[in-house]
């Protein structure tokens, strides 16, 4: 079972470089999210779906863009990077949203910004 | 935004050895989950706990859920070296704009040492 696929797994732009962090999931799931991991605070919500052509902001989504074209993909768009945004992404997805249900994370982006 | 706030943030202990985690707030929750990360991978889920002064256990792992859906805590018997890894607390909002999100905790680095 692939799960929640994120690619790639290492990045390293430049200051001012965009980029595209993709993730796939093949639950069927109709909700999506992204967080950013920095040590000693947790997992921070960017952006989310909950379902194709649905996408609304989370706690820190200045600088990143998201879109929902198909319930399987929802790729994180840095616009214009900058040596803040340098952090661990991780793509999540879960059966619904406002419940209970369990998010199924990927492996994780590795981000570094120069 | 809510906050939650997870501690001890590092826990070094010998085998054998119990330990509690915390997690505190000020807001109340639908739920708490409990999630066990592994270095170079993403979050797994442990447990979900929704009722207020909820119990639940997992082998040697003992989850609660406060009584007002405030704070929740993990506590672990006789650890393992196998326990080692990150665990992190999620709240899941239950009003508000916080409604249906979750908000992590910063997270418990724990080494049990043989």
């Known amino acids: 079972n692939a799960g929640v696929t994120q690619t790639p797994k290492f990045q390293v732009l430049k200051t001012g470089q965009s980029m595209t962090l993709q993730c796939a999931q093949d639950m069927n799931h109709e909700y999506m999210s992204w967080y950013r991991q920095d040590p000693g605070m947790g997992l921070r919500l960017i952006h989310y779906s909950v379902g194709a052509g649905i996408t609304d902001q989370g706690e820190v989504p200045n600088g990143y863009n998201v879109s929902r074209s198909t319930t399987e993909d929802f790729p994180l768009r840095l616009l214009s990077a900058a040596p803040s945004q340098t952090s661990v992404y991780f793509c999540a997805s879960s059966r619904g949203?406002?419940?209970?249900?369990?998010?199924h994370f990927g492996d994780?982006?590795?981000?570094?910004i120069l | 935004t809510q906050l939650l706030e997870q501690s001890p943030q590092f826990l070094s202990i010998q085998e054998?050895?119990?330990?509690?985690?915390?997690?505190?707030s000020s807001s109340v929750f639908s739920s708490l989950q409990w999630y066990r990360q592994e270095p170079g991978e993403g979050p797994v889920l442990l447990v979900t706990v929704v009722t207020g002064g909820e119990v639940k256990k997992l082998k040697r792992l003992t989850f609660q859920?406060?009584?007002a859906r405030k704070d929740?805590?993990?506590?672990?018997?006789?650890?393992?070296?196998?326990?080692?890894?990150?665990?992190?607390?999620?709240?899941?909002?239950?009003?508000?704009?916080?409604?249906?999100?979750?908000?992590?905790?910063?997270?418990?680095?724990?080494?049990?040492?043989p």
């Open chain 2, 65 to 67: 859920f406060g009584d």
């Open chain 2, 72 to 113: 929740s805590s993990l506590h672990i018997t006789a650890a393992q070296p196998g326990d080692t890894g990150l665990y992190l607390c999620a709240g899941l909002g239950a009003g508000g704009t916080s409604y249906g999100k979750l908000t992590f905790g910063q997270g418990t680095i724990l080494t049990v040492h």
């Open chain 1, 108 to 112: 994780g982006t590795r981000l570094s």
């Open chain 1, 97 to 103: 949203w406002r419940s209970n249900q369990p998010q």
């Open chain 2, 16 to 24: 054998g050895e119990n330990l509690t985690v915390y997690c505190n």
